[in-house]
């Protein structure tokens, strides 16, 4: 018996009468903690800032109003995204079928979750997997545990049932013990390491999961860019949540005329602080970069964020590789746009990138060819959270979808149902002709009328020897 297994039991229970629900009435407790959450605004921000020294107002634009934003874009869409699908264009030999394509809840979903954004992180994907009529495990962050506490208590003051949706120990044991546990997916917020982890373990089971991992995110500047604005969205994207961002600017790729204006400008906005980060691993392992760094002869300008200046486009340095929870940025020149995008590359973590140009077409031309999950131009981060946009990296960043329509059809898996009418089933019919299948080949798909006549008069021939049997 493995360690939720009673808790497993219950959801299990409460999930059979949840799905048979209508949608639009699953919908109804979504609301209702959509009101809830702006009601408990003030006393989220006092458990966020306890937990995780989140600022109040920055807690309020990131974390309350992204989660509000996908309960209302679920009230409002799940039913249509979720309604059963009718499937036309069928060839001729699937004559009388009728298919529908129906969208079936994955049963006991399990959640682990993070602290760095306590609510939104956590309640889009649980909002989302009950939406789909699941139940939900949910592990919270063991940094997070008042949030946690609120945020459970939100969904069980809107109307979802207890066993529905389950809190589980906030303790770093508990997690590896919800993967071994009778869940049916697992949606899993973290790092790399621990994500390659539990997707070995999951393997095993044949247990399907989304893992939304780390990033190593590049910022592109191009020479005709606004290189104020693009200085701005550099601080922005690097200091933003004290730079505990998965989708941080971890690297600006500038073209080289418009590099020494650029890194001044960055330079000026940057402040002399050093804020207090929720992990201090973080910052050890933002030492042992800046460290790497200097011994490649990069300059180190200290300050929030902190810049490493590669002057001379030193590649595999560690902080253009490696992830990070701590704000600190490299500035790196390039020559020409596959310079800049070898330069991208040099990461296996391929989360999110943007793009700072006055060039809308030049930008999504590039965009094109950076293998990430999302690229913004002119903007960073914020325009990720779009509640009708999925979001998900690639390579070493994860697999599967969260938020928008693609997450939302994640927690649930393709059921086909096929009616077909008549009795004819040439076949299934004892000693079938060959005819059939080899003339409607050569009558759908054949080269040139000639061949399709004589494929349409052997079918015939094979139709007709058929019903004389």
């Not at 893992?211 to 190593?216: I, K, N, P, V």
């Not at 961002?245 to 402040?271: I, K, N, Q």
């Not at 004589?454 to 079918?459: E, P, T």
């Amino acid at each position: 018996m493995t360690r939720f297994s009673n808790e497993c039991a219950r959801a299990r229970a409460a999930q059979a009468a949840w799905s048979q629900l209508p949608i639009r009435e699953r919908s109804s407790p979504i609301r209702e903690f959509r009101h809830r959450l702006v009601e408990s605004a003030d006393t989220l921000c006092a458990a966020a800032q306890a937990d995780v020294r989140r600022d109040p107002d920055e807690f309020v634009a990131t974390d309350l109003v992204p989660t509000a934003s996908a309960a209302k874009f679920l009230e409002h869409r799940a039913a249509s995204i979720l309604a059963p699908r009718r499937v036309g264009d069928r060839p001729l030999w699937l004559w009388g079928c009728r298919d529908t394509v129906h969208r079936r809840p994955r049963g006991v979903v399990g959640l682990i979750g993070t602290w760095n954004y306590p609510v939104f992180l956590n309640a889009v994907p649980i909002l989302h997997a009950l939406a789909a009529g699941n139940a939900v495990l949910w592990k919270p962050s063991e940094l997070a545990p008042r949030s946690a506490e609120i945020l459970h208590e939100l969904f069980l003051h809107a109307g979802f049932p207890p066993d529905l949706v389950q809190r589980l120990p906030a303790t770093r044991d508990a997690g590896p013990a919800l993967v071994e546990s009778a869940i049916d997916f697992l949606h899993f917020t973290g790092s790399e390491p621990v994500g390659r982890d539990i997707a070995r373990r999951l393997g095993e089971r044949l247990i399907p999961s989304t893992l939304e991992l780390s990033g190593c995110d590049a910022m592109i500047v191009l020479k005709d860019a606004d290189l104020d604005l693009a200085a701005k969205l550099a601080r922005y994207g690097s200091t933003l949540n004290h730079g505990q961002t998965c989708m941080a600017v971890r690297r600006v790729l500038v073209e080289r005329p418009v590099f020494a204006a650029f890194l001044e400008r960055l330079r000026l906005l940057a402040s002399p602080d050093r804020p207090d980060l929720a992990m201090p691993g973080e910052a050890d392992r933002r030492d042992r970069l800046i460290a790497d760094a200097r011994a490649a002869g990069c300059e180190v300008v200290e300050g929030n964020p902190t810049v490493i200046v590669n002057a001379k486009g030193e590649r595999n340095l560690a902080a253009n590789r490696e992830a990070l929870f701590a704000p600190l940025v490299t500035v790196t020149p390039f020559d020409s746009l596959d310079e800049a995008i070898s330069q991208d590359t040099e990461t296996s973590l391929k989360l999110t990138a943007s793009i700072v140009t006055s060039d809308r077409q030049a930008a999504e031309s590039l965009a094109a060819r950076l293998p990430v999950g999302c690229v913004t131009i002119n903007d960073v981060i914020v325009p990720t959270a779009h509640p009708g946009t999925p979001f998900g990296g690639r390579g070493a960043s994860g697999w599967g979808s969260t938020q928008g329509i693609e997450g939302l059809l994640e927690m649930t898996v393709h059921q086909v149902i096929t009616n077909r009418s008549g009795t004819f089933r040439p076949h299934a019919e004892p000693g079938g002709s060959a005819d059939v299948p080899r003339g409607y080949l050569r009558l759908v798909h054949g080269r040139g009328f000639r061949e399709r006549w004589r494929g349409f008069l052997q079918l015939f021939s094979g139709v007709r020897a058929g019903r004389s049997n």
